[in-house]
């Protein structure tokens, strides 16, 4: 099992940053993906970032040049700065990984940003 404690959400204004962080804890090996989604009231969740193990990352169109996707040399945290935020940018963001291709979440963090 793995459990994931995320941390960082809160209200900004448009414009502003914020950096989340989700700490990964038991059974850490073997890691394969750590990530993170969002959703929006009355929305799908979504993809907005992810990093491999061997360090390769993926954004969703709607944050690229805006979000960056790191983690630490240990690889059992994973954050994400988040820069120049939009209205559009409010949601609940998961943080995600996977080990031996299974998907952990964790219990989300709320991201308002105010116009």
């Known amino acids: 099992q793995v459990q994931l404690v995320e941390s960082g959400g809160g209200l900004v204004q448009a414009g502003g940053s914020l950096r989340l962080s989700c700490a990964a804890s038991g059974s850490i090996s073997n890691i394969n993906a750590m990530g993170w989604y969002r959703q929006a009231p009355g929305k799908q969740r979504e993809l907005v970032a992810t990093?491999?193990?061997?360090?390769?990352?993926n954004y969703a169109d709607s944050v690229k040049g805006r979000f960056t996707i790191s983690r630490d040399n240990a690889k059992t945290t994973v954050y994400l700065q988040m820069n120049s935020l939009k209205p559009e940018d409010t949601a609940v963001y998961y943080c995600?990984?996977?080990?031996?291709?299974?998907?952990?979440w964790g219990q989300g963090t709320q991201v308002t940003v105010s116009s």
């Open positions: 990093i491999t193990s061997g360090g390769s990352t």
């Open positions: 995600n990984v996977v080990r031996v291709f299974r998907g952990y």
